[in-house]
């Protein structure tokens, strides 16, 4: 019994080789997720791309609504120059008691005629301007009556004279001479531009965005016509 003892001992005090290793064991349940981190810094941007291939043209859209017609402007109406009578300018007749010019204008059409109107004015050589017809009564009482009448193509001022002579010169262009028996003329074309019913033989004359009666271009005064149609004067 003692040597079987001491055999034991003797054997329990030397380890043995390590034997194998065993297999993997199975994978254990995913623990929580943990907290996020913080947001680090923006990076610096990086180079930019090449262009892209245009891309193809879209298809036309509808054409819009037609918006409301301007106003009429002033591009239809003429004014003359001014007309420096010599004793040939009273081409029909020129005599002590009656002068009468006639103009020759294409522009001064049928329609015109209907619709339209044509101003004339006198100007003396100091500048007073007077717009046919127009009625001048000397000291002595005697009328002298300007007036004027158009028709197809043609315009006629005439000056006619009662109880006195007319001067020989009273109605030339002598810028010289006394200003109240020298004379020039000029005369401006207004189309009607807002037609109206033909039994009120009224017309409308739309003049920078603004309608004027036949009575109130002839009641202008020169000077303020001329501002209304952008007339040098």
């Not at 034997?19 to 913080?38: I, L, M, S, V």
């Not at 245009?54 to 003359?80: C, D, E, F, R």
């Not at 020039?184 to 739309?206: K, L």
Request: aromatic share 8%; charged share 15%; with cysteine.
């Amino acid at each position: 019994m003692m040597l079987t003892v001491a055999f034991c001992i003797a054997g329990c005090g030397k380890e043995g080789p390590q034997g194998p290793a065993g297999n993997d064991g199975a994978t254990g349940p995913t623990g929580p997720q943990g907290p996020a981190g913080t947001t680090g810094a923006t990076g610096p941007p990086g180079p930019a791309g090449t262009t892209g291939a245009t891309g193809a043209t879209g298809a036309t859209g509808a054409t819009g609504a037609t918006g409301p017609q301007g106003p009429a402007g002033t591009a239809n109406v003429i004014y003359s120059d001014w007309i420096r009578p010599t004793a040939a300018t009273w081409n029909k007749v020129n005599n002590a008691r009656r002068k009468l010019m006639e103009i020759t204008d294409s522009r001064i059409t049928l329609n015109i005629i209907e619709q339209g109107v044509v101003l004339v004015y006198r100007q003396t050589n100091n500048g007073t301007t007077f717009q046919f017809p127009d009625h001048q009564i000397s000291s002595s009482g005697t009328p002298t009556i300007s007036y004027t009448h158009y028709l197809h193509g043609k315009l006629h001022i005439e000056i006619r004279s009662y109880n006195r002579d007319i001067e020989p010169t009273e109605y030339l262009w002598e810028p010289s001479g006394s200003a109240a028996k020298h004379a020039r003329f000029r005369y401006i074309i207004i189309p009607g531009s807002i037609p109206t019913a033909p039994s009120a033989r009224v017309a409308a004359y739309q003049l920078n965005g603004k309608a004027y009666s036949k009575q109130e271009l002839e009641q202008m005064s020169y000077n303020r016509i001329c501002a209304v149609l952008g007339i040098n004067e």
